[in-house]
Every structure is written in C-alpha cells, then in structure tokens.
C-alpha cells in the first residue's frame, strides 16, 4: 500500500531491463540501454511509486477496454450529467433576477467556485475511489468500509474550509471591482457559501461512494460513469443550495447573528471529523500540501471566470443559462480522461497507448451541446433564440474548450506522477477548474464576436 503523503517517483525500463533496479532518480536516467529498434529506450513514462513492487506490474501491455464497451458506459452519464447541468443553468436564468443576486452581486463570483467543488472535491475522491476499486482494495467488506468513511471525512473538512475561502475570494474581489464593502453582505455570501459547500459536499460524497460500489459490483469500469453522475447532481444540488440558503440569510440580512450562528456550527462540525481522521493513517491525505495547493488554486481559477460571468451577465443574460453547460461538460469529459489516465498510471506505471477514447470524448462534444441547447430552446427559457449563426459559434467554442482540455489533461497528470504525486489527488481539481475559466471566457467572446457581427437577437444580449 501507498498513498500521496511521502511519495517519490522511480523510472523503471520495464520494457528493456531484465532485472529492473529499484532506486533510480529521475536525474539518473540516460538515454541508452534500450533496444534502438523499439524506439522507446530511456521511456520516462514507467514511473512507480515506491512500495510498489515491479512483479506486480505485467511486462505485456495492458488489456485495452473496447471502444464500444467505453462509449456505452460512459456517454449515458455525460448525458445524464448533460440534463443536470440544463437544470442548473435554467435555475441560474432565474435566481439572476432575484432580490439577492440582484444586491449581492458578489454571488455570481461565487457560483462558478462552488459549483466547482464537484471538481475539486467529489470528482477527486470518486477518482480515488475508482482506482482504489480497480487496484482490487474494495474487494475485502473492511477495507471498503474504511476507505469510504475516512474519504467521506476528508472531504467534508475540504468543503468547509474551501467553501469559506471561494466566500472570502469572492468578497474581496467585489470590493476591488465595485470599491465597496458591506458587512451585512460578506456575512450573508459567507454563511451562504460555506452551508452549501458542507451540505452539498456531503450529499455528493454519499452518492459517489454509492456509485463506485454499484459499478464495481456491477463489473462496470466505475472510471466511466462516477465523475459524470457527480456532476449531474452536483451543479443543481449545489445551486439549489446556494440561492435557498442566500435567500433565508438575505431576509435577516439586518440581523448578524444567524449568519455568525450559521458559521460557528459548521466550524465545529470540523472538531470531530478531524479527531476521526486523526485515528486513522488519512490523516496524511488530508495534510498533503500538494492536494490542498491543488484545491486552492481551483478556487481561485474558477472564481476568476465568476468575475468574467459577474462583469458580462448584465449585457448577455442568456450567458447564465448557457454557462454551466458550457463549464460542466467540458470539465467533465477532462475529468474521465484525467482518471482514466490516472488508473492507468497507478496499474501499469505508463499513460494509455490507446489514445481512440480521447477522440471519442472530443467527437461527443458538439453533439451534445447542441442536444442540450435543443431542450433549453424547446422549455423557452433563458433570453435565447439559437440562430444558426450562434449555434456554430457555441459549437466551436465548446470544441476548443475540450480539445484544449483534453491536452492539458494528459500533459498534467503525465507531469504530476513523474512528481512524485498523487494525480487523483491533483490532476482534476485543477482541469474542471480551468474548464470554467476557458468555459466562461470562449463563451463570452463567442458572444461579443456574434453582437460584432449583427446576430444581436436576444441570445446575444437583449
């Protein structure tokens, strides 16, 4: 066994080394040694962790899964993903005329950061439960039952705690762009944000965990399925959340006691969970600075594209609705191949040498973009009339969204596990995050370019 916590990368030629030595640096490798009609001497993708022994790794390449057995299992849950994001973004189209969003504006900088939780928290630990699942860890009840709770446990305090930070972020960037600060409305956006985090953080976790165990029992790669149902539920749930807990503080918004009430008692939820922690060896996952950096960083890059939704919403309304399908389904096909990739990495000690998933993710993308912006057109919601023109142009930027994500996917996680890190720890947070950030921003410009060019329908800012 190994985890995150002291981790340290070791290059192994499996392919070419007979008895392959075990303690190589990464500064020791040299190019020769290999057979030069393999053209692969001096591969640096074999890297194992240590503890790990290179018997338990096979010198065959992997089995591959079947393209057709990959697609079934996991275009129904990004489809199913695809109608919780729709449901969420039509919530957004709502609440944006509401009282609260309307005084607190700092809230839509805050939607894109807490909506990313399920990035940076839920999808992570399903990640890590599948490749705990696919490394055989859940196939003894015990085991199980441990890896579930304490996950459970670690995820809870990250919510806490990053949910009062994506708060205190979003606040300070509504004083920089509107110099001003009410205390009345940081109280409200705090109590708000760290509610839902904890609340949402919970429910997701519970259903993840479900989800890898019904997968594996169900003998389907849980690689597949767990990080998009995560986010089908986890942008509704969490909106949700957000605006009824806003909306309860935002009535006794005069008063500062229930938001000072609400912040104490889920501070001191964070005292038992970190003594149960404490008693078991998770306690290192949770300290792991790499995880936390990881975390963090995603906040702050999905609250930057929170502030490009906070400064464009006003001149394109249809943006709110558009939004969270847009960073949703991006960050979600990143996500599957970033634990794809990652299990790979912790079985084999290589990437996947199979590369036809990555074009099945990128040639589902229009496809179900336009699906999703079929039902918002046929519910007549949100300030939109598609215009081929527009349709084009949010097909096109969807598509640069994920081929550039799906890039950056591989070279992350490829970067961190040569690390010496853990990427189901590191590598999602930080892709769904900037899954928001390129989301919002293509989105917005391919509105700017269509109002340019004299598509100014009510799609593009009525």
Request: net charge negative; proline share 5%; glycine share 8%.
């Amino acid at each position: 066994e190994y985890g995150p916590a002291g981790m340290r990368a070791e290059a192994i030629e499996l392919q070419h080394l007979s008895e392959p030595p075990r303690d190589v640096e990464l500064g020791d490798l040299s190019t020769g040694g290999g057979d030069e009609e393999d053209g692969r001497s001096g591969d640096l993708e074999y890297l194992l962790p240590p503890g790990r022994e290179v018997e338990h790794l096979s010198d065959e390449p992997p089995t591959e899964e079947r393209l057709c057995t990959f697609a079934s299992q996991v275009m129904p849950s990004l489809f199913l993903s695809g109608c919780g994001m729709t449901a969420a973004g039509l919530l957004l189209d709502h609440v944006q005329h509401w009282q609260l969003f309307v005084t607190i504006s700092e809230l839509f900088i805050l939607v894109p950061a807490l909506l990313g939780l399920k990035g940076n928290l839920e999808m992570t630990m399903a990640s890590r439960l599948s490749t705990a699942a696919n490394l055989g860890e859940f196939a003894n009840p015990t085991r199980r039952g441990e890896i579930i709770l304490n996950n459970l446990a670690i995820v809870q305090v990250q919510a806490i705690i990053v949910g009062f930070c994506a708060a205190v972020f979003s606040i300070v960037a509504g004083v920089i762009m509107h110099h001003e600060f009410d205390i009345h409305h940081a109280l409200v956006i705090c109590a708000a944000s760290v509610a839902t985090a904890s609340m949402a953080s919970w429910l997701l976790g519970s259903v993840m965990c479900a989800v890898v165990v019904i997968s594996t029992l169900m003998n389907i790669n849980p690689d597949n399925v767990a990080t998009p149902i995560a986010a089908s539920m986890g942008d509704l749930i969490t909106l949700s959340m957000l605006a009824g807990f806003g909306e309860m503080l935002f009535q006794s918004m005069n008063k500062i006691w229930p938001c000072v009430l609400v912040l104490c008692l889920i501070g001191l939820k964070l005292v038992p969970l970190l003594w149960f922690l404490k008693r078991s060896s998770f306690i290192d996952q949770l300290k792991a600075k790499s995880g936390w950096v990881a975390i963090l960083s995603a906040v702050c890059i999905s609250s930057l594209g929170g502030t490009i939704l906070e400064r464009f919403v006003v001149f394109f309304p249809g943006e709110a609705v558009l939004s969270p399908i847009v960073n949703g389904l991006g960050g979600n096909l990143a996500a599957v191949h970033a634990s794809r990739t990652s299990t790979a990495f912790h079985s084999t000690g290589h990437a996947p040498r199979n590369r036809r998933a990555d074009w099945v993710l990128l040639a589902a993308t229009a496809p179900l973009a336009v699906i999703f912006l079929i039902f918002i057109n046929l519910l007549g919601a949100g300030h939109t009339s598609f215009t081929p023109m527009f349709v084009v142009g949010y097909s096109c930027a969807s598509l640069a969204q994920v081929g550039m994500l799906l890039a950056i996917s591989g070279m992350l996680v490829r970067h961190v596990w040569r690390m010496g890190l853990d990427p189901d720890n590191v590598a999602i947070p930080f892709v769904t995050s900037l899954g928001d950030l390129l989301g919002t921003a293509l989105l917005t410009l391919t509105f700017t370019v269509l109002w340019q060019l004299g598509d100014q329908d009510a799609d593009v800012g009525e």
